[in-house]
C-alpha cells in the first residue's frame, strides 16, 4: 500500500516537472446575435482550474501547456461547448442556446439534478418572472406560472396572506406545502416577509419524490433559492423601483337610496308590516362603496449588489416596500424592509462555507375582514337612505340592523397593527473528501418576534350595537362588578403581545456521486436531520387608558385601578423531528435512470406507537430520444418519467395523542359545587400522520427545437386523515365535557392531469417572441369517512345558518349541500297543484326539488338537500406570453380557473340590509320572473341555503400586463450604466367572470371546508405602475 | 486536511449516535406548563381532583330514575309527544331495539364513569399519602357502582381494569362474562368497605356502609342469599342506619342526609345548564322533567310530564298506606282538594297521561333551582337508602332458606314506619310478600324494572316483556360498530 503510494508520488512529482508549464488562452465569448455574454465560466477540463468571463464576455485563462488542454464554456440557458485549445492563444467562442435547457440545474432537496436527468415531478420558476409581476409576496406571483400549484389569495388586503395548494386538497385539515428558502423552513402564512427579489428560483416538489422530505412531504414541497453571486465577476449594482396606484377593481352593484326604498316598502308590504318610506324619492343617496374603498399607493424601492472574486462570492440586497390598502388606506398599510446577505466561500480548497442571511422588518395594519362585523360587510349591507354623517357632525348609527355599523366610523376606530422582525439564515459547510464525495453539514434558523397592538377606544357606533364598548353615546365608560355591590369602570383598553416562534435545523449528509466505466452513474446522498421549534407569547390588556386616546396606547398608561381589569396570558409549544434520509440514484449512459428515497422520520407530534415512519419513494425515467433507434426528428428530446412513493403530512395539533384533562369532574359534597379534573381528549397513542400514496405518469419532450412540453398524470390518494369521530364508549370519552380521542381515519383522493408548453423563437431574431401555457385538470373525491360519521359539517350560510359546506364520502371536500331550485312559484294554483308540498310555500317564492321523492319538502332535516356546487376548479390554466423588439419589451400573464361556484355569502338577510340590485328584478306578480323571488319581511324559506345563493366562480383574470423599453447600451455605457430599463405596467387590469361579488378569487381563509365562502372577501386592487431597473 | 478530516468523522458518528440511540429522549416533550392526563397525580390534591371528577358521573343517575321506572309496569314514559326522548318510548312499550339514544347514554356515562376511576387506580402508586386509601377505596367503590350499571343494563360487558385503552385496544376486547364481571365488582366493594369509614365528615362520599350495602344488592342480584344476608346483616347492625320517621317528608331537599341514607347521589341547584348536554347538569334533571306539564298552582313547579305512574302502581297501595299519596300525585285530586281549585291549571303532554306524577321526584316550589329550573333541581337522587337495606337483607335471609324470623323483623321495621300492619308469612309467601313491599316502599326510584327481572316476574308484570330477550338491554349497535362489530349481540335483538 505505502509502496504504491509512493511510486505515484513520484510519478506525480515527475510529471508536475515535467508538465507545470503554463500557457494563457484569452478571448470573447458572445451568443449566435453576437451579443457578448458576461458570467460564463471558463474551465480547463479535468481540473478546477477556472474563470468568468467579464462584462464584456473577455476571459483570460492561465492553463497548463498540455497535449490535452481543453476549454469547456458552460452558461445557463446554453449548450455546453468543449474546445481544445493547444497551443491557441485566443479562443472566440460562439455559444448555441441549449435546446430546452436540458442542463438546467434542478434542485431535489438534499441535492440536485438536471432537467434532463431528474425522474420526478418538479417544476422550476425563474425568479425574474415572478419580480417582473411586482408582487409582494411571491405565492401571489407564482399563481398560474405552474401547473399542479394552486395559489388562491385568502385577502387582498396588503400583507393578506394565499393558500397554497399543489396538487388539489388531501386534507380538511392543513393542507400547506412545504416551503424552504435556501433549505431553511418558511412558513407559508409568513410568507409576506419573503421580499421576491431575493429569488434566484423556485422549484416545487409536486410527487412522490419530495419523499425525500418524509412526513413533511405530503402537501408537495416548495424549495426557493435566493440569488447568489459568481466567482470573479465584478460587482454588479442593480437598482429598481416602482410606483403605483391601487383602486378597486369591481364595485358591487348595490341599490341606491330610491331603488331601496322602494323594494323595502314592497318587503314591508309582503310581510303586512307598515311601509318604512313614505317617500321614495330619494336619489342616489349614499354610495357606501365610493365612500370606502379609495385609491391607495403601491411602491417598491430595491438595491442589490452581485460579484465574486476567485474564492468568494457575495450577493447582497435590500428593500423598501409599501402598500395602503383600497379600503382603510393606511388603515391596512402594510410595509416591510428586507436586508439579505449571501456569501459563499472556499475557506480552503475542499471545504467551502455558504452563509446565507435575510432580515424582515414589516408592520401590517389591519381592518376587520371576511364576514360579519368587517368593514366590507358592514360597507355592502349600510343603507344607502342614511348619510354617512348625520346633520349633527356624527356619524350616522344605521339602527335598524343591529350587526351592520356605520364603517366610515368603524375605519376610524380601528387601531390594530402587527410588527415582525424575521431572521432566516443558515451556515453551511462542505468539505469535498474526495472526486467522488461531499459531506455537508448546516445549521439554519427562522427566528421571528411577532408584536401585536390593538387599541380599543370607548366607541358608541348607534343603540343596541355589539361593537359598542361605551355605555352610551357620550361615551361613558361600562361599569363591571369586581365584588359584591363593588363597580370599576372599564373605560379604553389597549392590548399588547408578543410572541417569538424559532425554527432550528441542523442537518448532515454525505452526497456521492461517481461514473464507472463511463456509462453508469451512481449518485448517492445519505444523511441525518434534527428540528426543532418553540415558540412562546406574551399577551395582555390594559384598561381606562387615558383620555381614550391612542396616544397613550400603552400598558403602562393603564389607569384601572387595583388591576381588577388587567388580564394576562401566555403560550408555549415545542415540537421536534428527528430524521435519516438516504437517495439512491442510479443511470445508465442518461437513458435509463432509477431513483430510490427512503426517509425515516420521528416526530414529537405522534404517540409513542408510531413515533417513527418509513416514507420510500421510487421514480424511474427513460430518455427515449438517447436511444439509437430513436430517429424522429421533430422531437429533439423524449422523456417518460414514472415515480411512486408514500409522504407524510404531520400538520396537526402538538401532543394530539395525548389524554388532556379538560373534561368537566364536577360533583357536589356538603352541596358545594366542588370542581376536580376529567379525562377530556382521550389518548390515542397510536395516533400517527396522515398519509399519501402518489403515482405520477409524466412526460417531458421537445418539439422542433422550440416547444418544450411536459405532461403528467396523477393519482394521490391520502388515507388516515385525523378526526375526532365517535368512538367507543368502552373508551370513557363521554363524561361531561369529554371528548372523543383524535384518529386516523378517513381517506380523499386527488386525480388530475398537468400540461405544460413553453415556446421560444430564437433569440436572434430581431422580433423575440416566447409563451408559456399550462392546464391542470383535477378531480377531488373523499372516499371514505369514519364510522359512523356521515360527514364533516364545514362553514355556516348566513348568520346561525344552515351549514353550507360537507366533507362527505364520494364528494369533493368542502362541496356545497343545500336545497336545488327550480324557478319561483308563479300563483297560488301553481302551489296547489305542484304534486310536491312545499310548507309556507307562496306565489313569489323559490321552488324547491323534492329530492327523496316523498312529495314534501322537508325543511326540518338535510333529506331534501343535495350537492349543489363545489368550490374546486375543474380546471385552471396560466398563460405568460413575451414579446421584444429591439429595445422594447411586452409581456403579459393571464388565469383562469374554471368549473368551481361560489357561495354568495355577504348578504345580511335582514329587512333593512341593503342588498345587491338583482332584487330589481324580483318577482312581482305571475310571469314577472322565473328566476329571483319575491321580497319580504314576513316568514320565508328563500332565505335558507339553496343554489339560489350559489354562483358560477369560473374566472379569467389579466393578472399582469407590461410594456418596457431598455435604453440601448450604446447609450447607457456613455454613463457608465450597463443596462436601463423603464416600463409601465399593470396588475389586475381585467377580470372576465358573471360572480356578482367583488372578486372571484377567494381563498379559503376559514379553512380547507371554507373554500369558495365568499364573506365579503377583501378583493384584490387594479393597480397602474411605472417602474424603473438600473444595472451598473 | 487529516483535522478536518477527523472532525468530520466525528461528526458523522455523532450524529448518527444521536439519531439512533438518543432519539427517544429528543423527540420525548412534554407540553409546557400544562398538566395533562400523562403528568398528573403528583400530589395530594391531583388524586383528589380526580376522584371528584370520578363521582361526577354519578349524576347520569337520573336517567336509571326514568329506565327502572318506566321499563317496568310503574310508570309510562309521557313527555311532551311521542317522539320525545324516544328510547324511553320504546323502553315503555318493550318494543326497544339496539338503536336507542338513552341506553347509549347509559353505556357511555357508566363507561365513562369507569374509565375516570380507572384513572386514578392507573396511577395508584404514582405517590404515598395519608389518606390515599381512602381515594382508592371511593375510586374502587365507583367503578364498582358505574359496573353494577352495566351488568345489570347489559349482561356481559367488556371489562376494563386500572386501565384506560387506546382505539385499537377497544377492537380487541370482546364482552367479558357477567359472572367476571361481577367478581371484580365484589372485590372492588370488599376492598372498599374494608377501608371506608362508617361516616364520612363530608356529604355526599361513599362511606363503608355504602359499599356494604351496594355490595349486598350485587349478591342479591346473582342469588348469593347467604352472603348478602351477612353482608347487609353488618350494616343493619352497625348501628349507623335508621329509618327516617315521616316518609311524606323523606324525599325532601330539608331531610336529606337524614339517618336513612346510605348513598345518595348529590345534586346541587347553584349551576345553570343547558338541554343540550344532561349529563354536564349539577341538578337533577329527572326532578324537573318528572314535573307537571304547564303547572300553575301551589306546592309544584312547572315542568315536563315525564315518567308517569300508572294506574296499575296506584292500585297497589292500600288506601291506607300513607305510600300511595306520597309515591303517586293524583293530580286531580289533589288539585280538587285546593283552595282556589279552578284557578290551578295544566297542560296534558301527547307523549300519554295517566293522571298520576312522581311524588318522590317532581319539582316542588321550595327547591327550584337557577333557571332554567327544569334541569337544576338541587333534590339528590336516593341510590341506596336503608329501607331497601333492610328489604334487601329479608328477602337474602327469606331465600337463603334460614332466617324468616330475621326477615319478618326487617320487612315489618318498614311496614311499622308507616304504620301499615304486620306480616307474620313464611317460606314462598314471606317471598312474595318482600317483593310486594319492596314495590309499596321503592316505587318511583328507578328500581321496580330491574327488582322484576331479578326475581322472575318481569314476564308476568310487564306487558310485551319477552322471556330469553327482555332481561337485558340490548347492546346499542353503534357501540358494537364501533368496537370493531366483533361482540355478540343479546338475545332475540
Known sequence: MLKTTLISLCISLISWGLYAQTTTVSGVVSDENGMTIPGVNVVEKGTTNGTTTDMDGKYTISASKSENLILSFSFLGFETSEIAAVGRSNINVVMKPSVAALDEVVVVGYGTSTKKEVTGATAKVQGESLQKLNIPRMDQALQGQVSGVAINTNSGSPGGSSSIRIRGLSTFGDNDPLILVDGVVYDSEGLNSLNPNDIASINVLKDATAGIYGVRAANGVILIETKKGSTNSAPQFEVSSYYGIQNAANKLGLLNAQEYAVIKNEAFANGNDDAPFANTALGEGTNWQDSVLQSAAVMNFNVGVTGGSKNTTYSIGGSYFSQDGIVGGPKSNFTRFNGRVNLNTDLSEKLKLSSVFLYTNEERNILPENGIGSVLYNTINAFPTDPIRTSDGNYSYLEEVSDIINPIAQMENTHNTAWVNKFVGKEELAYQINDDFTFTNRFSYNWALVDAKVFSPLVWYGPGKAQNNALNANLDPNLVEIADSTFLERGASVYEGRSTYVDVTFESFVNYKHVFNKDHTVKSTLGVSVFDRHGEGLGATAYNIPNNSIEYADISANLASGGFLNNASSFQYQERLLSTFMRAEYGFKSKYLVSAILRRDGSSKFGPNNRYGWFPTLSTAWVASEEDFFNVNAIEFLKVRASYGISGNDQIANFAYRALLDGEGVYVFDDIITTGVALGRSANPDLKWESTRQFNLGTDFTLFKKFDITANYFIKNTFDLLFQPDVSAVLGSYGAGSTPPVINAGDVSNKGFEFELAYSTDRNKKLVFNTNFNVTTLSNKVVRTPDGVDFLPGAGFGVGGNIATRFEAGYPIGYFHGYETAGVFQTQAEIDASPVTQAGAKPGDLIFVDQNGDNVINFSDDSDKTMIGSPIPAATFGLTLGLSYKGFDFSANVFAAVGQEIIRNFERQQPYANQLNYVINRWTGPESTNEDPRVTTGATRNTVFSDYYVENGSFMRLKNIQLGYTIPKSVVSKIKFSSIRVYVAANNLYTLTQYQGFDPEIGSAGGALASGVDYGFYPQARTIMGGISVKF | ?493
Open chain 2, 1 to 493: 486536511m487529516k483535522k478536518f478530516k477527523s472532525l468530520f468523522i466525528l461528526s458523522i458518528a455523532g450524529a448518527t449516535l444521536m439519531t439512533f440511540f438518543a432519539c427517544n429522549k429528543f423527540l420525548d416533550l412534554d407540553p409546557l406548563y400544562t398538566q395533562d392526563a400523562e403528568n398528573f397525580f403528583e400530589n395530594e390534591s391531583d388524586y383528589e381532583r380526580a376522584l371528584t371528577g370520578a363521582y361526577d358521573l354519578l349524576q347520569g343517575s337520573f336517567m336509571n330514575l326514568w329506565i327502572g321506572e318506566i321499563a317496568s309496569d310503574n310508570a309510562i314514559a309521557g313527555g311532551e309527544s311521542v317522539t320525545d326522548t324516544e328510547g324511553l318510548h320504546a323502553m315503555e312499550t318493550m318494543t326497544h331495539n339496539a338503536v336507542n339514544i338513552e341506553l347509549r347514554s347509559v353505556f357511555r356515562w357508566n363507561y365513562a364513569g369507569v374509565t375516570r376511576s380507572n384513572y386514578i387506580l392507573e396511577y395508584k402508586d404514582n405517590l404515598d399519602f395519608d389518606g390515599k386509601d381512602r381515594i382508592l377505596a371511593e375510586a374502587t367503590f365507583l367503578r364498582a357502582f358505574y359496573y353494577f350499571q352495566l351488568v345489570k343494563y347489559f349482561g356481559d360487558v367488556p371489562l376494563v381494569v386500572d386501565q384506560r385503552l387506546g382505539v385499537d385496544e377497544v377492537t380487541k376486547l370482546d364482552r367479558t362474562p357477567k359472572a367476571e364481571v361481577y367478581a371484580q365488582i365484589e372485590a372492588d366493594l370488599t376492598y372498599a368497605a374494608g377501608i371506608l369509614e362508617w361516616t364520612t365528615p363530608v356529604k355526599g362520599r361513599a362511606t363503608k356502609g355504602a359499599a356494604l350495602a351496594l355490595l349486598g344488592k350485587v349478591y342479591l342480584y346473582q342469588d348469593k342469599f347467604a352472603a348478602a344476608a351477612s353482608t347487609l346483616d353488618e350494616v343493619i347492625n352497625s348501628g349507623n342506619y335508621a329509618l327516617f320517621n315521616d316518609f311524606t317528608k323523606l324525599f325532601s331537599v330539608a331531610n336529606e342526609n337524614s339517618s336513612e341514607t346510605v348513598f345518595d347521589v348529590q345534586y346541587s341547584g347553584l349551576e345553570g345548564g343547558g338541554y343540550g348536554c344532561l349529563i354536564c347538569l349539577e341538578g337533577n334533571a329527572a326532578v324537573g322533567f318528572q314535573g307537571i306539564r304547564q303547572y300553575n298552582g301551589p306546592v309544584y313547579g312547572d315542568g315536563n310530564s315525564y315518567n308517569l305512574p300508572t294506574q296499575d302502581l296506584y292500585d297497589a297501595f292500600d288506601a291506607s298506606d300513607i305510600r300511595r299519596d306520597a309515591t303517586v300525585l293524583d293530580l286531580d285530586a289533589f288539585i280538587a282538594a285546593q283552595p282556589n281549585s279552578g284557578s290551578i291549571t295544566y297542560a296534558i303532554g301527547g307523549g300519554g297521561h295517566t293522571g298520576y306524577y312522581n311524588n318522590k321526584y317532581i319539582k316542588r316550589q321550595g327547591e327550584i333551582g337557577l333557571p332554567d329550573n327544569d334541569l337544576t333541581s338541587p333534590v339528590n337522587y336516593k341510590a341506596i337508602r336503608y329501607a331497601d337495606v333492610l328489604l334487601m337483607a329479608a328477602e337474602a335471609h327469606n331465600r337463603a332458606g334460614s332466617g324468616d324470623a330475621t326477615a319478618l323483623g326487617y320487612l315489618n321495621q318498614v311496614r311499622d314506619r308507616v304504620s301499615m300492619p304486620n306480616i307474620n308469612s313464611s317460606g314462598t309467601q314471606l317471598t312474595e310478600d318482600i317483593w310486594n313491599e319492596r314495590r309499596l316502599e321503592l316505587s318511583g326510584e328507578g328500581l321496580r324494572f330491574f327488582d322484576l327481572v331479578r326475581t322472575g316476574k318481569a314476564a308476568s308484570e310487564i306487558d310485551g316483556f319477552v322471556t330469553g330477550k327482555h332481561e337485558v338491554f340490548p347492546i346499542p349497535q353503534v357501540e358494537i360498530d364501533l368496537a370493531g362489530g366483533n361482540w355478540s349481540q343479546n338475545n332475540n335483538y
